[in-house]
């Protein structure tokens, strides 16, 4: 079985820029969370989706955004890059099966590096 | 809000030395608790999690840990660590009603003297 996948693997971009990491969950998974890691700490969430609906959202500005697709795979983007975006972008797959003891399955992350 | 803190932030340990690391949270509700893994190069894995019942718990690799209710702690712990123990180890957290949100700790850096 394939694990959750996510692309790309590394990124640069430039200050103001925008960027767009994707994430396949595990085959079954029908939800995906988004996690931030930036160096030397523990990942912080980000968003939660579940069906195309956004469940949860973190303490993040607006220029951080997210979406789901039929196929429950999903995007996050960022828009006018700050410096202090370059962390380890992590996605989380969660098999969803209405109740709280599921699991989350992390991916291997985007790490995304903002000069 | 939910919060977790980690307070070693990083453990040097010989190899076949007991290993504990401390976890706590703070949250008044039902949580579930989790302690996740990152090796080197590998992405975070799960080593065990508490949802309910035996407060013990036991993971993969010879892990457990014990959720004391009363202290607000999951401690992480393992009789004998070995060289590829040498790992950042995060303690997390999952109230209830928090839309399955993951609250972490900011991480403990174990190396494993061979």
């Known amino acids: 079985d394939a694990g959750v996948t996510q692309s790309p693997t590394h990124l640069i971009k430039t200050r103001g820029q925008h960027v767009t990491l994707r994430c396949s969950p595990i085959?079954?998974?029908?939800?995906v969370s988004w996690y931030q890691q930036v160096l030397g700490q523990g990942p912080q969430f980000i968003f939660q989706y579940y069906e195309k609906e956004e469940r949860g959202r973190g303490n993040f500005p607006d220029r951080f955004s997210a979406r789901q697709f039929p196929n429950y795979s999903s995007e996050l983007n960022v828009n006018a890059l700050l410096l202090g975006d370059s962390a380890l972008y992590l996605c989380?797959?969660?098999?969803?099966?209405?109740?709280?003891?599921?699991?989350?399955?992390f991916g291997p992350g985007t790490r995304l590096t903002v000069l | 809000a939910q919060s977790v803190s980690q307070h070693n932030h990083h453990v040097i340990l010989s190899e076949a030395a007991s290993l504990e690391l401390g976890c706590n949270y703070s949250?008044?509700?039902?949580?579930?608790l989790f302690w996740y893994v990152q090796y080197p190069g590998q992405h975070l894995q799960l080593l065990l999690k508490?949802?309910?019942?035996?407060?013990l718990v036991k993971g993969i690799k010879g892990f457990e840990a014990e959720f004391i209710k009363s202290k607000f702690s999951f401690n992480l712990r393992k009789p004998s660590v070995q060289w590829s123990d040498t790992a950042e180890y995060f303690c997390a957290v999952n109230a209830i009603g928090s839309a399955r949100q993951l609250t972490f700790g900011s991480g403990t850096q174990l190396t494993v003297l061979p």
């Open positions: 508490y949802f309910s019942g035996d407060p």
């Open positions: 989380a797959s969660i098999p969803d099966r209405g109740i709280f003891t599921d699991t989350q399955y």
């Open positions: 085959s079954g998974h029908k939800s």
């Open positions: 949250y008044g509700g039902t949580v579930n």
